[in-house]
């Protein structure tokens, strides 16, 4: 993706999140389990992306340098989340309109720069409108260029964050082919001479099996898909 498609982007995951979270609470109540987030409910996955989007803006509004001069929200109301989170992808929305890409700001990354901040968010925003809509039972697909672009984001930016010292002893490749995006990439390039398998998909769903949203079940697989999910579940993000 380019620059300047990632706030559209953003804006249009924003509006659906909010849209099937509101439909998702008529449904099934706060309490609902969310199925990519066993661990949370409803409710904790909307104060989640409220809290991450709240301290995004904070950074690229303050254009932090460094985090630890920010101040956490302390919980609202479930009653009152809808709202809350409403108004935090506003803010979000709102600095990053506001921000040059290339304004130096802190992140966790190598990157530190608001472009990195904007990528993030699109794909933070991405993934968790799929958790909702998964809760609501009305999952809609991953724009191409979004899933495609997620994908990237997580063989440059998660696998190496996740194993800083290379990939693991006992590695072997796995393509993952994306036939909406006319695309194709590899986890653990070079780490054997033949990949252990091919993995055929839309790029959403391949971007949601990395990050353990679908079974790889969802997709078509040419190999030992045992082994295909072992490579995946190596980029231990926890």
């Given at each position: 993706?380019?620059?300047?498609?990632?706030?559209?982007?953003l804006?249009?995951?924003?509006?659906?999140?909010?849209?099937?979270?509101?439909?998702?609470?008529?449904?099934?109540?706060?309490?609902?389990?969310?199925?990519?987030?066993?661990?949370?409910?409803?409710?904790?996955l909307?104060?989640?992306?409220?809290?991450?989007?709240?301290?995004?803006?904070?950074?690229?509004?303050?254009?932090?340098?460094?985090?630890?001069?920010?101040?956490?929200?302390?919980?609202?109301?479930?009653?009152?989340?809808?709202?809350?989170?409403?108004?935090?992808?506003?803010?979000?929305?709102?600095?990053?309109?506001?921000?040059?890409?290339?304004?130096?700001?802190?992140?966790?990354?190598?990157?530190?720069?608001?472009?990195?901040?904007?990528?993030?968010?699109?794909?933070?925003?991405?993934?968790?409108?799929?958790?909702?809509?998964?809760?609501?039972?009305?999952?809609?697909?991953?724009?191409?260029?979004?899933?495609?672009?997620?994908?990237?984001?997580?063989?440059e930016?998660?696998?190496?964050g996740?194993?800083?010292?290379?990939?693991?002893?006992?590695?072997s490749?796995?393509?993952?082919?994306?036939?909406?995006?006319?695309?194709?990439?590899?986890?653990?390039?070079?780490?054997?001479?033949v990949?252990?398998?091919?993995?055929?998909?839309?790029?959403?769903?391949?971007l949601?099996?990395?990050?353990?949203?679908?079974?790889?079940?969802?997709?078509?697989?040419?190999?030992?898909?045992?082994?295909?999910?072992?490579?995946?579940?190596?980029?231990?993000?926890?």
């Amino acid at each position: 993706m380019e620059l300047h498609e990632y706030l559209p982007a953003l804006r249009r995951s924003n509006a659906r999140f909010a849209e099937a979270a509101a439909a998702a609470v008529l449904a099934h109540g706060w309490a609902a389990r969310v199925p990519g987030c066993p661990d949370w409910t409803l409710a904790d996955l909307v104060w989640h992306l409220a809290e991450v989007q709240r301290f995004w803006a904070w950074v690229v509004r303050t254009r932090a340098q460094d985090p630890s001069a920010y101040e956490r929200p302390v919980r609202h109301p479930d009653d009152e989340l809808l709202g809350y989170a409403a108004a935090r992808s506003a803010e979000l929305e709102a600095a990053l309109a506001e921000g040059d890409p290339a304004d130096r700001v802190w992140t966790w990354a190598l990157q530190q720069d608001v472009a990195f901040v904007l990528r993030r968010q699109v794909q933070e925003a991405a993934v968790h409108t799929v958790d909702v809509e998964q809760v609501l039972g009305d999952v809609r697909p991953v724009p191409a260029d979004v899933g495609l672009d997620g994908l990237d984001e997580w063989l440059e930016v998660m696998v190496p964050g996740a194993l800083p010292d290379g990939p693991p002893p006992d590695a072997s490749p796995v393509v993952l082919r994306a036939v909406d995006a006319e695309a194709e990439r590899t986890l653990f390039p070079g780490s054997r001479p033949v990949p252990v398998a091919t993995l055929t998909g839309t790029a959403g769903d391949l971007l949601l099996a990395v990050w353990r949203r679908v079974p790889l079940d969802v997709l078509t697989v040419d190999g030992d898909g045992v082994q295909a999910a072992a490579m995946i579940a190596s980029v231990d993000l926890e």
